[in-house]
């Protein structure tokens, strides 16, 4: 297809290292707090709950302009960033990873967080009992009978950050090669009057959504089956 070109492909790579670059974070940052929520109780746990779910119900303009002062010269970003002489992390893959995960992480910490639940306290209690550490009952106990959550989590949260668009547009403008995702690239179709290439693209996206749906049935499916 002629239509495809570079700039396109530029992009697709772009959204999907986005993706997997954010997923990687959300699970390194998202299991740690998945397991204290999951195992803790009281006013706290519920504050915290409600501060990590937010953004389920925030509109992504909304916390993409919060963002924006965050990592913009004024904010703390800006201070982060002139450690290597630059002026801001808005408007730069960076600051788009940052946004990234901050968006996603309610889909990640709550399939985990449901899976260590759904575990009890009857396995780690039996770790500790054959004189397990907490740390060792966490990694070769909790972490393997988690394991569905996981895979649900890190499924949804590539999904969801492919698919983000006000979060991009609103942090990360529309700069090809840095922060022009698929999401955007759509947008400017839709704009300019491109409706072929808008359809093909988005129609790709409906595609690719309709077979993340398909695995995270599958990863359900087939871990049900396995459950004693």
Do not use: C
Request: without cysteine; charged residues 15%.
């Amino acid at each position: 297809m002629d239509w495809l070109s570079s700039e396109i492909w530029i992009a697709i790579r772009l959204t999907f290292t986005l993706a997997f670059v954010t997923t990687v974070l959300l699970l390194v940052v998202g299991t740690p707090l998945a397991w204290k929520l999951a195992r803790s109780r009281g006013r706290w746990t519920d504050i915290a709950t409600a501060v990590v779910a937010m953004p389920l119900v925030l509109p992504p303009t909304v916390l993409g302009f919060y963002l924006l002062l965050a990592l913009g010269p004024g904010g703390p970003g800006g201070w982060i960033a002139g450690l290597w002489g630059a002026r801001t992390l808005a408007f730069t893959f960076e600051g788009l990873v940052i946004g990234s995960v901050v968006y996603s992480l309610p889909f990640v910490v709550q399939p985990i967080r449901n899976a260590f639940e759904a575990m009890g306290e009857r396995p780690m209690e039996v770790a500790a009992t054959l004189r397990a550490s907490p740390t060792r009952a966490f990694w070769t106990v909790a972490l393997p009978l988690a394991r569905p959550g996981f895979l649900t989590g890190a499924v949804l949260g590539f999904a969801h950050t492919v698919g983000e668009f006000g979060i991009v547009l609103m942090l990360g403008g529309n700069i090809p090669g840095t922060t022009r995702t698929l999401s955007v690239a759509i947008y400017d179709y839709v704009e300019t009057s491109q409706w072929r290439e808008a359809n093909i693209l988005a129609g790709g996206m409906a595609a690719f959504a309709f077979l993340v749906i398909l695995a995270t049935m599958a990863i359900d499916k087939r871990f049900r089956r396995s459950a004693p």
